[in-house]
């Protein structure tokens, strides 16, 4: 069973910069569309920044210019560079993977476990 492992959450300053790590626990499965969600208490998760296997990208509207979603295929990594941070982003940020399999309506989503982004100030 594929998994995805993230990592790269802390304590920052308004201001400063962190960048978090998700990889997959298969290096022979490749997602589809890989991306960042986040989560505080009260609020429904959102979509934070996606990236196709063809690297299109998506960002929300809060973070665009801000933040940067990349990837490394050969390490099957997905990465999110959070660059002037705010208050606001403070949350826990989930990697997500989706893979379209061949039975119709078939498909495979996996959620990483979860880090803590906490901005101060």
């Known amino acids: 069973q594929v998994q995805l492992v993230e990592s790269g959450g802390g304590l920052v300053h308004t201001g400063e910069s962190l960048r978090l790590s998700c990889t997959a626990s298969?290096?022979?499965?490749?997602?589809?569309?890989m991306g960042w969600y986040r989560q505080t208490p009260g609020k429904e998760r959102e979509m934070v920044a996606t990236m196709t296997s063809e690297s299109r990208k998506n960002y929300a509207d809060s973070v665009n210019g801000r933040f940067t979603i990349s990837r490394d295929s050969a390490k099957n990594t997905v990465y999110l560079q959070m660059d002037s941070l705010k208050p606001e982003d403070t949350a826990v940020y989930y990697c997500?993977?989706?893979?379209?399999?061949?039975?119709?309506?078939?498909?495979?989503?996996?959620w990483g476990q979860g880090t803590l982004v906490t901005v101060s100030s």
């Open positions: 298969r290096n022979n499965f490749r997602f589809d569309t």
């Open positions: 997500y993977g989706i893979k379209i399999v061949s039975v119709e309506g078939g498909k495979v989503e996996r």
